[in-house]
Structures are given as C-alpha cells and as structure tokens.
C-alpha cells in the first residue's frame, strides 16, 4: 500500500517543536526526511535526556520516521553542501528568523536559485512584515501575548498551558500548508513559500474571545478551570482524586439537573442557557462541587457516564500510560533506543487514512546517523566525508 508523500523529499532545519514536527507529520504520510542538526547535536535532542547519550524525550517524538544529518551551513563547504541537499530536495522546513534563513542561504531567493520549484515551508515566532519580525520566541511567548495566559488561572496569577499547544497547533497548521503548496506544484509546476508563525496561530485560538472583546466588550478575566460560555463545567475533587465534567447545552444542563434532582433549575432565569449558565457558573460549580466530594471518582464518572454527561478523570502522565484506552486503540508505539533501558512510547499519527496508511516505522537517529550515506548520495567520496568531518563541517 503507497503513502500519500512517496517519493517526496523534505530537509528538515527545524528546532524543537514547530518545524520538526511539522516534518515528522509529512513523514507519517511517506515523505523520506532528513533531519539536520549541529555538528555537536542540536540543543532539542538533549531536552529531558532519557539514554545514556543524553537524547532527550521530546526528540524520541520529534525525530521518528527521520535520517539524520549533522551540518554546519555557516562554513562555506557546509553552504555547497546545502546547495546540494535542497537540489535533491521538494520541501524545506526551517522554524528560524528571517535573516538567520538568510545567513544559512535557506532564504526563498536562496534556495529557488538551486531548485527553481521548491517549497520552502517558514515558520517563525511572529511571521515577516511587522515590528516583531525578528523577534525570537517560544510557545509560551504565543500563549502569553494572545490572551490564552491572561484568561488561564486566575486574576491574580496567569497560567501557561504545561503543553506547547501553540508549538503543536503551528506544526499541524504548517503541514497542512505544506500539504496545499505540494498539490499547487503537482497542478501548475510551481513552488512556493509557506508561512506560520507561533503568533498567528495563538491569535486563531483564541479569535472567538477576541471578537466578543471587540464586539461588545465583556471584558472577561480568568475563573481557572471553569467554563464562561456554559455550565456545568469545571474540574471537581472527589473523595480520591479529580475530574473534570464538561456540560455545553440544554440537553445536557437538563440531564445534570435530573441527576441533581433539582428540577427548579430548569426554570431559573440564570440558567437559561449556555452563556447565563457561564455567567452563572460559579453556582452551579459550588452544587456540584458539594456533590463530587461525597463520592469517589469511579462513582463521580460513571454516574455521568450513565446521564451521558462528558466527564473524565485528571490523569498523571502514569495513568496516562496504563489506561486500558490508549492501550486498546495503540495509540503509543513502542520505539527501542540505543542507550536506553527502555523503549519509548511514542504517540502515532494523531489522524488516520483509510486507504493510504499513515505510520511511525521507526525511532529517530542517533546523533549523524545517516550523514555518510546521505553524503554519499550527494556524489562525496569516503574520502571527502572523512575531511569534511575533520574540519566540522559534518
């Protein structure tokens, strides 16, 4: 069975996660990728070290179905070998500002010299063409100066998301351009640029909230893990632990009131709907605050579950890795790492296709893995691999 992405190329220059996962998605779907980092190792493969070689977890994750290169494109022998590279390439992922595209020759001018219809996929932490430009950033930067913090926590202490869901969500949204510019070039021959930015897709998160604030101005602070918009919809203790029940609707308002036995909510003004529900949230959350404490979080969940209210459980990242669920659809596949002593349970395709498989094959590479055989390739002698890796340039 083929993959979507078969016979396609993609450099990958990305740094932590915005760009490499980026690539490590159009790798699910077939593309052969070639991850390049620094000579010494790029400081993303050594975050959280999990082998006796320092490899760090989030690059068990990011660098999986990837051959991996080491480089240094700043020397002048690293720049022909680039040239080289992006000849035999289709895609470029690169999350660096715009000028240090420029001094590492993966600017559009750059690399459309050597490939005329190549796609160079940019990401960066606030796009080109505004007084942030250049500015270099993080997921939390994206989190912060969207609103999402302010309105995370509470008034008196802003809250960042422990997931990098703005590094994730520019990764996705980045593949998905990256998808649209390849069926481009199959129409019409052409290459082009796509651009992302942490910020652009932080503001896309968080545009609902930004228009009402527009619109007419509520004004809304942070009420930390309850819901403004709807209710009930909080996170609760029980006896044993937490959880979280998320209620949006009349129906399903109704279906919590019958389980309250309450049934005088239903004609209460301040309850009439989602948005007076939200108002009014922190009512509802008080009564079903008093009602989740008497019991213990089994009983908590499957009363809901038998009232077909969505609610779950707050996990540990322990209980993450036994429940019964991602254990039965497979959601974590099981990589060996040299190194290790164990292997790592890195998350498959977040999406499937019926009828061209997407796949994590196999687990990233060690440091410079795959730089002789992608140097050879290139057309260098052992040779020339051994004299370029003497002066650091691989």
Same mark, same amino acid.
């Given at each position: 069975?083929?993959?979507?992405? %078969? ?291 089994? %009983? ?71 730089t002789d055989q992608i140097m050879q390739e290139l057309g260098y002698s052992q040779a020339d691999i051994d004299q370029l890796r003497s002066i650091r340039v691989i």
């Amino acid at each position: 069975m083929s993959n979507v992405l %078969e016979g396609i190329r993609v450099l990958d220059f990305g740094r932590y996660i915005a760009g490499p996962f980026c690539a490590s998605l159009l790798s699910d779907m077939g593309a052969e990728v070639i991850r390049i980092e620094k000579v010494q190792g790029s400081e993303d493969r050594f975050l959280s070290p999990v082998s006796d070689t320092g490899d760090g977890a989030l690059f068990m994750q990011m660098g999986r179905n990837k051959l991996g290169m080491t480089l240094n494109p700043m020397k002048p022998e690293g720049r022909e070998i680039v040239k080289k590279l992006v000849a035999s390439a289709d895609v470029v992922v690169a999350n660096l500002p715009p000028d240090t595209l420029h001094a590492m020759g993966l600017d559009y001018d750059s690399l459309t010299a050597i490939k005329p219809d190549i796609i160079l996929t940019m990401i960066s932490a606030f796009g080109t063409g505004g007084p942030y430009s250049n500015r270099v950033g993080f997921d939390g930067l994206g989190q912060a100066m969207s609103g999402a913090m302010y309105m995370s926590g509470t008034p008196e202490q802003p809250v960042k998301s422990y997931a990098p869901f703005i590094d994730f969500g520019t990764a996705s949204l980045s593949a998905v351009g990256t998808m649209a510019a390849l069926l481009e070039r199959q129409k019409t021959g052409q290459g082009q640029v796509v651009e992302a930015s942490l910020f652009n897709t932080a503001l896309t998160m968080m545009n609902g909230t930004l228009i009402e604030q527009a619109m007419i101005e509520r004004n809304r602070s942070a009420t930390l893990n309850r819901s403004q918009t709807s209710g009930p919809a909080d996170t609760f203790r029980t006896r044993d632990g937490w959880v979280l029940i998320q209620s949006v609707g009349g129906p399903l308002f109704a279906r919590w009131v019958e389980l309250m036995s309450e049934p005088e909510w239903l004609d209460d003004p301040r309850f009439k709907d989602d948005i007076t529900r939200g108002d009014n949230g922190e009512l509802i959350s008080e009564r079903l605050a008093r009602w989740c404490a008497e019991r213990s979080s089994s %009983e908590v969940l499957a009363a809901m579950e038998a009232a077909r209210i969505p609610a779950g459980p707050v996990m540990s990242p322990q209980q993450v890795l036994d429940d019964p669920h991602v254990a039965a659809r497979g959601m974590l596949k099981q990589l060996e790492y040299p190194g290790a002593a164990k292997a790592a349970p890195v998350m498959t395709t977040p999406f499937s296709l019926s009828a061209t498989p997407t796949a994590v094959k196999h687990r990233a590479p060690l440091l410079g893995e795959h730089t002789d055989q992608i140097m050879q390739e290139l057309g260098y002698s052992q040779a020339d691999i051994d004299q370029l890796r003497s002066i650091r340039v691989i």
